[in-house]
């Protein structure tokens, strides 16, 4: 669904899932009528203009009726069009295109902060708009047996849009079906219909856990899985008589993961051959390898598999992208609905093991007079799990381990129900419930309003709420709240009592930070009752920790990062970080920042003189997107979980941070960009 409305000067832009574009028009907006654009789109907008400007993005032209394409350089310049009609391809939160006839120039501001198109005079020119979120259009029924299971891993490849390479681009993979038991099996002709039959299958023993440990890289191939009486799974293409015996569990695990980065990675690659390539810095592994990408690009799916198979793991590991996310699922109960929200994710999906932590690994507590809550705190036993591959991890089983987010089968239903929510902008709310924890206060709510000027973002603040006050505030609409003040074994502190959050009607808060003692508790109540994710503690925790944790978690929220990561990076502040863990589904994300897929910068000051600069960008919820770092001796674009890394001297590092908003790790700590020219300008410590 989108939404628009004309402003003075242009179009204000908002879909189902609160991202927004804001469009300036040198000229005039004509209406959403009698205007097409040859792609997919929600909604069109015409208008006369001699000038359109976009937000900052990847940008490509295509003359319609013909097969050519160009790039505007991602590192800057300006792109002239010769006459014709054209289609411009602006990939923005908001898919964006823009339908002309004539000549025209593209170009890039000198900040990279906007893309312009302007035409020599005024131009009819027609917007398209296409809204990223997805939601499930349908439900599989099965029974609850592995071969019910199955059934439903097959159908979940029918949110392809396509069964070729481009598929490794998140735009075209769909929301799969969501999965539901029963005595019947169900499958709507929708989705028969759409379920690409790829020629390629896995059969698999029925068990389980060998199910959703394939699941994603059965989902990924469009393979039909089979459950009948191997010994080990076996994947395999009929048609070409090739056949891959995969070990048993629990070596399965590594296999499977193994298998399904190499694959979409050379799909990554592959893709480039296509009308939708970029310079990739990855893509001169494809000759050292020997492989004809265009010819791989033509190619069916269980001839490209054939030919990925070929390729030795070791030939490519190297180079393989890090990946964004691995959960750890029970296969019991309601987990196993979950299923379908983490294919969407793209997420590996491994069997939950700990250990318990060593006691050299917690950090002595002495400092019991600076902690945030006096008073009795909610015990949590914490357990070390067994991590595998990924930059993120999601707990979908029994047990509170540290460094993963502590996902529930609720947190992945309640998602839907605040994507479907009307929504004029974002809601936040600020509530301090002791007068010695105003900084924090302050410090938070400037933030979020700062971020204001640029996102519709409103925000109010409520101090020493009553027991009675506070659940109102948590049963009210809201898009974060920010709680600070103090949680012991009965609730949250209020002036008259405690709140427990399990005895709400409901949870209308969609994300929040109950910066807190121990509100690890409170906080997993917040989730079943309706919440979808939000930051928590799992003991005590210094003041001062406190309001460094919050303030940057809080920034790093408004500016698009997930639940997960922004308090992963805000942790980094602090010495205990591990104190703070997420509730919920960590992969979900408050808002649009100013980067569609927000990045993080890694300083590092050099003996020789000079700086490194490395560039982290990944998402856990888009998938196989690719980023171009806007460094002057740069010239490529690199897919997302390959970290770039450059040598600046220190005027191209001051002009690099003042020129782009993002955390930055120096010196051990987390800064903001554009503050931290002024640290570095006062030398080592």
């Not at 000759?287 to 793991?313: I, M, N």
Request: hydrophobic share 35%; charged share 25%; net charge negative.
């Amino acid at each position: 669904m989108i939404e628009w409305e004309e402003t003075d000067g242009g179009l204000y832009v908002v879909d189902a899932d609160n991202a927004e574009l804001r469009v300036s028009i040198d000229g005039s907006v004509v209406g959403s009528r009698h205007g097409s654009v040859p792609r997919p789109v929600d909604e069109t907008v015409v208008a006369r203009a001699s000038e359109i400007r976009l937000p900052h993005a990847v940008v490509y032209a295509f003359p319609l009726g013909d097969d050519r394409q160009y790039e505007l350089d991602p590192t800057g310049g300006t792109l002239s069009l010769p006459p014709g009609e054209y289609v411009v391809d602006v990939d923005t939160e908001i898919k964006t295109y823009v339908r002309f006839t004539g000549r025209a120039t593209l170009e890039r501001t000198a900040d990279f902060d906007s893309v312009v198109v302007s035409f020599p005079e005024p131009r009819r020119a027609v917007l398209g708009f296409r809204s990223r979120h997805e939601l499930p259009a349908d439900t599989i029924t099965v029974p609850r047996t592995p071969a019910g299971l199955a059934t439903a891993i097959t159908h979940a490849a029918c949110a392809h849009k396509t069964d070729g390479p481009d598929r490794s681009y998140p735009t075209l993979r769909g929301h799969p079906p969501l999965l539901e038991f029963g005595e019947d099996r169900e499958v709507p002709e929708r989705v028969r219909a759409e379920t690409p039959d790829t020629g390629i299958e896995l059969h698999v023993p029925p068990e389980w856990s060998t199910l959703v440990v394939t699941a994603p890289l059965a989902y990924y191939l469009g393979a039909t899985v089979r459950t009948g009486d191997v010994e080990a799974p076996t994947l395999a293409v009929p048609e070409l008589g090739r056949k891959r015996t995969l070990s048993p569990m629990p070596d399965l695990e590594r296999e499977v993961e193994r298998l399904l980065r190499k694959v979409f990675f050379l799909d990554c690659l592959v893709r480039n051959a296509g009308p939708y390539g970029t310079t990739l810095a990855e893509y001169s592994l494809l000759g050292a390898l020997e492989v004809d990408a265009a010819a791989l690009y033509a190619a069916s799916p269980d001839e490209r598999l054939a030919a990925y198979l070929e390729v030795p793991h070791a030939a490519v590991e190297h180079r393989l992208p890090a990946w964004h996310l691995s959960t750890y699922l029970e296969p019991t109960g309601e987990s196993l609905e979950t299923l379908p929200f983490l294919l969407d994710r793209l997420s590996l999906v491994f069997t939950p093991r700990t250990s318990e932590l060593e006691a050299e690994e917690l950090v002595e507590r002495s400092l019991e007079d600076f902690y945030r809550g006096p008073g009795d705190v909610a015990s949590v036993e914490v357990l070390k799990p067994e991590l595998r591959a990924g930059r993120a991890h999601g707990w979908l089983a029994e047990g509170v381990p540290i460094d993963v987010f502590k996902a529930t089968p609720t947190a992945f239903r309640n998602r839907f129900r605040y994507l479907e929510r009307a929504s004029d902008g974002t809601s936040i709310c600020v509530v301090v419930n002791d007068s010695g924890m105003a900084t924090e206060l302050t410090d938070v709510a400037r933030t979020c309003r700062e971020r204001a000027s640029d996102l519709s973002i409103d925000v109010t603040v409520e101090e020493s709420l009553t027991t009675a006050e506070l659940a109102r505030t948590f049963e009210t609409d809201h898009d974060f709240l920010h709680y600070i003040g103090h949680c012991e074994e009965d609730g949250l502190r209020c002036p008259d009592g405690y709140l427990s959050t399990a005895s709400l009607s409901e949870s209308a808060v969609q994300t929040f930070f109950l910066n807190a003692c121990g509100s690890f508790y409170e906080g997993l109540d917040l989730v079943e009752m309706g919440s979808v994710a939000g930051a928590v503690t799992l003991s005590q925790v210094l003041d001062d920790h406190a309001l460094k944790v919050g303030t940057t978690f809080a920034k790093l929220l408004v500016y698009g990062f997930s639940i997960e990561r922004a308090l992963e990076i805000a942790r980094r502040r602090i010495m205990m970080g591990k104190d703070y863990t997420v509730v919920g589904d960590g992969t979900h994300s408050l808002v649009q920042g100013e980067h569609r897929l927000p990045p993080t910068a890694w300083i590092d000051r050099l003996e020789e003189g000079g700086y490194s600069l490395s560039l982290s960008c990944y998402s856990t919820s888009v998938a196989g997107c690719y980023y171009v770092p806007h460094v002057e001796e740069n010239e490529y674009a690199y897919l997302c979980g390959t970290d770039s890394v450059f040598t600046l001297d220190e005027n191209e590092l001051e002009a690099f941070l003042e020129g782009t908003e993002m955390p930055a790790v120096y010196d051990g700590d987390v800064y903001w960009s554009t503050e931290l020219p002024r640290s570095i300008a006062q030398g080592p410590p």
